[in-house]
T-cell receptor
Framework: GAVVSQHPSWVICKSGTSVKIECRSL??????MFWYRQFPKQSLMLMAT?????????EQGVEKDKFLINHASLTLSTLTVTSAHPEDSSFYIC??????????FGPGTRLTVT | GENVEQHPSTLSVQEGDSAVIKCTYS??????FPWYKQELGKRPQLIID?????GEKKDQRIAVTLNKTAKHFSLHITETQPEDSAVYFC???????????FGTGTSLTVIP
């Protein structure tokens, strides 16, 4: 299966600053990556679908100007949380898809906004 | 869009007993149903999946059943062990490569 990494694994930032999270597909060229958010003791909620070379598709209720997604290559997608606030504190997980076997998740990034 | 419901939200069983988690879905076009196990602070790990052309699939102590007519599928874990303790998520998707719609999760505790 695909090997997916995320960086950083955890980050603490101050309110009002921006944070960039990287998702890398290490052994697989991913035309599509997904970004999920997971609050404590809750399920994974799809935020957006990241398509290589084109604009991301955001789920209803997700602010595209706040959560900037860039999928510039087949192995890298980035999620930037702009002007972060404490309510943005969450576990962010990316995944890459393979049409034949499904999705592979990254290890996640825990964001804490103080 | 797809709506996936999962029950129960918490489940405690004695070691060695069986555990059953049930999910329902709303979109009849969904044809791929994976189950994930997630330990605290870690990524979800695929443990078993089933496609709509199959009614049941088994892998050692884990099995999944699917009823397309009723739009529900279930995870069965037999001979539970303490290391089975985790949160389990079901999901539904149209084909394997599209976005997953996850259930709300079941926190399973296996009591030694």
């Amino acid at each position: 299966g695909a090997v997916v990494s995320q960086h950083p694994s955890w980050v603490i930032c101050k309110s009002g600053t921006s944070v960039k999270i990287e998702c890398r597909s290490l052994d697989f060229q991913a035309t599509t990556m997904f970004w999920y958010r997971q609050f404590p003791k809750q399920s994974l909620m799809l935020m957006a679908t990241s398509n290589e070379g084109s604009k991301a598709t955001y789920e209803q209720g997700v602010e595209k100007d706040k959560f900037l997604i860039n999928h510039a290559s087949l192995t890298l997608s980035t999620l930037t949380v702009t002007s972060a606030h404490p309510e943005d504190s969450s576990f962010y997980i990316c995944s890459v898809r393979d049409w034949s076997v499904g999705q592979y998740f990254g290890p996640g990034t825990r964001l804490t906004v103080t | 869009g797809e709506n996936v419901e999962q029950h129960p939200s918490t489940l405690s069983v004695q070691e060695g007993d069986s555990a059953v988690i049930k999910c329902t879905y709303s979109d009849s076009a969904s044809n791929y149903f994976p189950w994930y196990k997630q330990e605290l602070g870690k990524r979800p790990q695929l443990i078993i999946d089933i496609r709509s052309n199959v009614g049941e699939k088994k892998d050692q102590r884990i099995a999944v059943t699917l009823n397309k007519t009723a739009k529900h599928f279930s995870l069965h874990i037999t001979e539970t062990q303490p290391e089975d303790s985790a949160v389990y998520f079901c999901a539904a998707s149209i084909n394997t490569g599209n976005q997953f719609y996850f259930g709300t999760g079941t926190s399973l505790t296996v009591i030694p």
